[in-house]
């Protein structure tokens, strides 16, 4: 059984961080062989994350926050870890019509999993994607 490889990690301290955080994962994902039109849609995804924690935290005086970027095989994880409390990443087809709360619903789309965990006083954000290989990859 192959480990995983912990690739990244930062502490984002402030919204440029961010940003940073955005580029490193473009960067990872084209290194792993990302079609540029999921390389976007995973830093778009990275950046629903990533402000959603920096706003809570903040508010919360939580900051900083932490991501960690992973690969293991054709598998590419990123994880958001804040201080605070559990919340539910339901994927849903329902409109939110309202002018806040769609990142999460976003992310459950670009993403081939996404799930949350507590792990102590810790909540942990996983998004994962999964890299096809071949001439199907290629022809999207």
Known sequence: MKLAAMIRTMAIMKTAD???AMDI????????GFLPRDRLFLR???EEACTN????????RKL????????????FMIIVKQRG?????????VVNTGPRGRGLQ????????????RAGNNVLLCMCKWKNE???????
């Open 18 to 20: 961010i940003l940073n």
């Open 25 to 32: 994962t473009d960067e990872l994902a084209k290194r792993m």
């Open 44 to 46: 778009l995804a990275t």
């Open 53 to 60: 924690a920096y706003e809570y935290c903040q508010k919360t």
């Open 64 to 75: 900083p926050f932490r991501i960690f970027w992973k690969i293991d095989g054709r598998q």
């Open 85 to 93: 409390g559990c919340f539910s990443v339901a994927q849903t087809d």
């Open 106 to 117: 976003l992310i459950a789309h670009i993403v081939d999993d996404v799930y949350v965990k």
């Open 134 to 140: 071949g001439p199907l990859e290629e022809a999207k």
